[in-house]
């Protein structure tokens, strides 16, 4: 029903653009110079309108008739339920009584499940009409209220773009307070955890032992198990590795679509590189797992090296041909940018292609390419599949690429994902969090500095 509701506003969006476009005309008497505004202009505004408060009341409706239903369902299944029944026990059966209204579960003999599912059915019926209503009915109205202010003197260009730069303004602020949200959540969780561990922030930042459930049965969590040396080591490792295997791939292939490579081929040898950034990260944990990691080790054992069956050195591989379509992709376009006069006065100096590239192009396009190279590390840092698969789970604090690791990732989805209490899990998983993206936030830094520095120069 929300769905028809929605295609309904987007089929009244178009046909109030026409109307009004035709009103805009018809005021007129014809002549479109009567008009402060063109007839596209009247349509946009109030399509514009339409289209907003009907979405807006859909989506409104929507959240808040859930929140209000799910509320009832607690309070209905709080009130029915055993007094010693637990808060944990009554959300399940609320949610196993909204997958019997949705026909998820077909069978069950518990009563109260089936009375508050015959409940939740008929308050998500009613929820849907009413909603459905409350978005149409708003959207004729805005609809008819935007019609009627329709004059040859209405401002409808100044009107619509002020409501344009409106919208962008807001979602450039939805962008900034869900990032500020993110950050003060994470603030938020950290100072708890290691209000908690009586602010021995030393064992976190230079602790060597990281098991922080290692005492989860007795229900608490040791100061000196949250050690997170290990984990950062395998993480930093891991990076290494990865951009030592993109950045010279990626820029060298960069260099080459950019600067040597013909049209026809690099028609089609960008398009083909720029795929592998399209592949899912759980297959290239597979190539990692099944392929790299047994072909490192056997190798390795051949020349008389212990190598583990997940090792760095695997998953680092792995990742580093996963990044080298986004260092190889931004190098070319940031090469490509550089101005073609530079080129020519180099080559009118008589130095070569390779001496152009080396002293001229590559100086010139050096802050773009370190942006490339910080997205590329940031990937690389937050990701998780290849190494679960390819690298290990268990922290080990160690200087050798061919013995298993973990990284700061992985470790913060064990402790969510577990069957650890949430409570004591969310701690350590919170501040892991915190802590890498702190590290993110100075390595960003560290680039941004390093790009106005040199931007500087060649602007």
Avoid at 266 to 285: D, F, Q
């Amino acid at each position: 029903m929300i769905s028809a509701a929605a295609l309904a506003i987007l089929v009244l969006t178009v046909v109030i653009y026409v109307f009004a476009r035709t009103r805009a005309v018809g005021t007129a008497g014809g002549v479109l110079r009567n008009l402060h505004s063109r007839p596209s202009y009247h349509g946009l505004f109030c399509a514009m309108w339409t289209l907003l408060i009907g979405i807006a009341l859909l989506l409104i409706g929507s959240v808040a008739s859930s929140t209000y239903i799910d509320s009832e369902m607690s309070a209905y299944v709080s009130a029915k339920a055993p007094d010693d029944l637990a808060v944990i026990q009554q959300e399940l059966i609320v949610n196993d009584a909204k997958a019997i209204a949705e026909g998820r579960v077909t069978s069950t003999e518990d009563a109260l499940r089936l009375d508050a599912a015959k409940i939740y059915s008929e308050m998500a019926e009613t929820r849907q009409y009413g909603v459905s209503i409350l978005a149409i009915g708003g959207a004729l109205l805005a609809a008819a209220l935007t019609f009627f202010q329709i004059t040859p003197a209405f401002r409808a260009r100044n009107r619509s773009e002020r409501l344009v730069r409106t919208l962008l303004f807001v979602a450039a602020a939805v962008a900034i307070f869900t990032t500020l949200g993110i950050v003060l959540s994470l603030i938020g969780e950290t100072l708890l955890f290691m209000d908690k561990m009586e602010w021995k922030v030393g064992n976190f930042l230079f602790g060597t032992n990281w098991a922080p459930l290692a005492h989860a049965r007795e229900g608490f969590i040791s100061p000196d198990t949250i050690g997170w040396l290990p984990i950062l080591a395998g993480t930093m490792m891991i990076t290494v590795i990865a951009m030592l295997v993109a950045v010279p791939v990626g820029l060298m292939a960069a260099i080459y679509l950019s600067d040597y490579a013909s049209p026809r081929v690099r028609a089609w040898a960008k398009p083909m590189l720029e795929i592998l950034a399209g592949i899912p990260t759980v297959v290239y944990g597979f190539f990692a797992a099944i392929t790299v990691a047994p072909f490192i080790r056997e190798a390795g054992e051949a020349i008389g090296l212990t190598v583990s069956g997940q090792s760095a050195l695997a998953a680092g591989i792995v990742m580093g041909i996963m990044i080298i379509p986004f260092i190889s992709s931004l190098s070319d376009d940031v090469i490509n940018a550089v101005p073609q006069s530079l080129r020519d006065g180099s080559y009118g100096l008589g130095a070569t292609k390779a001496e152009t590239i080396r002293n001229v192009i590559l100086p010139a396009a050096l802050p773009g390419i370190i942006s490339a190279v910080i997205l590329g590390v940031s990937r690389a840092i937050g990701e998780t599949m290849i190494v679960v698969m390819a690298a290990g789970q268990g922290p080990n604090l160690t200087w050798n690429p061919l013995e298993t690791m973990t990284t700061v990732t992985v470790q913060i989805v064990q402790l969510i994902v577990g069957d650890t209490e949430a409570q004591l899990a969310a701690g350590p998983a919170f501040t892991l969090g915190f802590a890498l993206f702190t590290v993110t936030l100075i390595l960003n830094i560290v680039a941004l500095r390093i790009v106005r520095k040199y931007r500087e120069l060649y602007d």
